[in-house]
């Protein structure tokens, strides 16, 4: 698959009239020869894939890296040891880098290794990178996302008055590592009462108390493939205001779900999300996008394709993206509610299966 990968790009590289690739970026690494470490470079020319990284891992380089050779960096700074391959250096060589990604000590060192280089953005041709998923990525993120059902219905049990945040979110954390996650997909958002109206409240000190809402926004981690998943409740009984706002965002979310599909435009789900909240007078609480597309670790978790109203990207088979409209009253709460879904050919499939129906706990 490493192999299939590499020669994927090379042949759009060498349709844009670029005589390689570099890779900096850790998430494009690994996707492109396997490797997971957090030093990393892979060079790619007509004839050749590169990887270097250092003495740290020799061994998980040579466990992990397929379809590229492996070069062990003495000084551990890697575009610096370029200057170590005369061949890389042919006057004119023409090599695409992210510009997103790479950082100017990066660009400055490549430089400095192959003065006779041209280094030029190619961000086009890593834009998509990794977005449409395989068979095996899809299974990672199943197991991925199944943890993180099984962890949160034990933390369910937890959520009582006096409970702080912060308790909650590392039982959860915990709970997921327990259960085979190598790590929080991202800092785990545990926000209840009025730090509920902050989409990205993470937890803190505050208690919960009867009567607020609860949002949990979460992920595990397998095989470097994140699940992310949000869950509102109430802890106590719900008010009237509680059920009117949760229903219009279980409303909204599953309209946006209904949609996708291969073939549809990403902004035509989070149009979908969106009318049934601002018909109902709270459009302006809903200030973000409706979703993402989820891969690995570092990638961030967040990437494409991207469901908002501005976007441009198209839904395809093997995309794997989130739908998770909110609405966020400032000084009282919020809801988000959030799913990870497969996108196939006649449709969405959910993989992350906690109820939606408002808990009351």
């Known amino acids: 698959m490493s192999k299939k990968r590499i020669d994927e790009l090379r042949k759009k590289a060498l349709a844009a009239n670029l005589d390689g690739m570099v890779i900096t970026h850790l998430d494009h690494v690994r996707y492109l020869c396997g490797y997971s470490g957090s030093n990393g470079l892979l060079v790619i020319t007509e004839k050749q894939a590169q990887f270097l990284t250092d003495f740290r891992y020799v061994d998980q380089a040579r466990k992990e890296v397929k379809g590229a050779k492996t070069y062990i960096a003495k000084k551990g700074i890697l575009p610096e040891e370029l200057a170590n391959f005369p ?77 702080r945040e912060r308790e909650l979110a590392a039982e959860l954390e915990y709970q997921m590592m327990m259960m085979g996650s190598e790590q929080p997909a991202f800092e785990t958002i545990c926000a209840s009462g009025y730090r509920s109206a902050m989409p990205h409240g993470m937890a803190s000190d505050k208690k919960l108390k009867n009567g607020e809402f609860v949002t949990f926004d979460f992920g595990a981690t397998v095989g470097g493939y994140c699940s992310d998943m949000t869950r509102t409740v109430v802890v106590g009984k719900a008010s009237a205001k509680h059920k009117k706002i949760y229903n219009l965002v279980l409303k909204a979310q599953k309209a946006g779900v209904g949609r996708i599909k291969a073939g549809v ?67 009282w709460g919020g809801v988000r509610i959030e799913d990870d879904i497969v996108v196939t050919r006649t449709g969405g499939r959910i993989i992350t299966h906690t109820p939606k129906n408002l808990l009351e706990l």
């Open 265 to 331: 435009a990403c902004s035509k789900i989070d149009d979908a999300c969106r009318k049934p909240i601002t018909k109902a007078g709270y459009g302006k609480e809903f200030g973000h996008g409706t979703g993402h597309g989820i891969g690995f670790y570092r990638n961030p978790i967040h990437t494409g394709p991207r469901l908002s109203a501005i976007s441009e990207d198209i839904l395809k088979p093997g995309h794997v993206v989130t739908v998770e409209p909110g609405i966020y009253l400032s000084g």
């Open 87 to 163: 061949k890389f250096n042919s006057k004119n060589m023409r090599y695409g880098y992210s510009g997103t990604f790479a950082s100017v000590n990066q660009l400055a060192a490549l430089q400095t290794a192959l003065p006779n280089a041209l280094f030029i953005k190619a961000d086009d041709l890593l834009l998509d990178l990794g977005w449409v998923k395989d068979k095996d990525e899809i299974e990672l993120i199943t197991k991925a996302a199944a943890i993180g059902d099984e962890a949160l219905q034990r933390v369910f049990n937890l959520v009582a008055p006096g409970v």
